[in-house]
């Protein structure tokens, strides 16, 4: 079942966004050729990663876009939301993703930062040693494409939000930012000019709420009958750990070229 509410052009803000410009490099990434592009903008510089050296990156924030949603083969029970030009006929599904880092209160301890040290969360019922290791992502459910009110950015800090707190029971995130960073990419069963984008955040996380996400799966494992009354969302992963690529081997889709564009681009804290 398909959802389409045509949108208005979004208000103008001070400070406007310039024509975006495209350069394109190449780079090798586990053997296969993968593209970047930048996309300059006047507020942040967005990078893409991708296997298909002859599509551009859409801008999902341009005005004028069509939001919808739709149901998925992968998953008929929930829908999905996406942005569509309403000329040149291209859709792109919306989802997001963040690395979460140790909050450092003190700025003495700030200089520790550390790009590799990110939350990663296991999905349920897999293996510690096998790669199901992922940091909290997803995609952007079709009832929050309805609140026309809100701009494409607004909507997917609230969707990295609510993954966030679903995925490892992180409740409160401190300097969220988006990186700049984009992975687009297509699923095989997407029909032709359909991708999808995960937008790339940084965020950081107390002491407090660290703890509060390890206990909260050390409870997980010792009640399983109880967080089996969970709803759906909320059981899909069961244990959390800092990544270590040797005991948390990262799900090999998607999440590899995502932390490797992460890694290869941010060296400290996002402004």
Aim: proline content about 7%; overall charge positive; hydrophobic content about 30%.
């Amino acid at each position: 079942m398909r959802r389409k509410i045509a949108i208005q052009p979004e208000k103008e803000k001070k400070e406007k966004k310039i024509p975006i410009v495209v350069h394109r490099s190449a780079y090798r990434y586990t053997g296969v050729n993968l593209y970047m592009e930048r996309l300059v903008s006047k507020r942040r510089n967005i990078y893409a990663v991708h296997s298909m050296a002859t599509v551009p990156l859409f801008d999902v924030f341009q005005k004028g876009l069509i939001r919808g949603s739709e149901r998925l083969p992968h998953d008929p029970v929930k829908s999905y939301a996406y942005v569509e030009h309403p000329q040149e006929g291209w859709r792109v599904y919306l989802r997001s993703c963040v690395l979460l880092h140790k909050h450092f209160l003190e700025k003495s301890a700030q200089k520790e930062f550390h790009p590799q040290h990110f939350l990663v969360v296991k999905r349920r019922g897999a293996r510690y040693s096998t790669a199901t290791w992922e940091p909290p992502k997803g995609q952007m459910e079709g009832k929050d494409a309805k609140k026309g009110n809100k701009s494409v950015m607004e909507l997917l800090e609230e969707n990295v939000r609510r993954e966030t707190e679903e995925e490892s029971h992180v409740t409160e995130i401190r300097r969220l930012r988006h990186t700049g960073l984009v992975f687009q990419s297509q699923e095989t069963t997407y029909p032709p000019n359909t991708y999808f984008q995960y937008h790339i955040f940084q965020g950081f996380i107390t002491p407090q709420q660290v703890k509060q996400s390890f206990d909260t799966f050390e409870w997980i494992k010792e009640h399983p009958k109880a967080f089996e009354r969970w709803r759906r969302d909320r059981k899909e992963k069961d244990a959390v750990a800092w990544f270590d690529p040797r005991t948390t081997p990262l799900n090999p889709r998607w999440c590899p070229d995502i932390v490797a564009l992460y890694l290869q681009h941010v060296k400290g804290p996002v402004a």
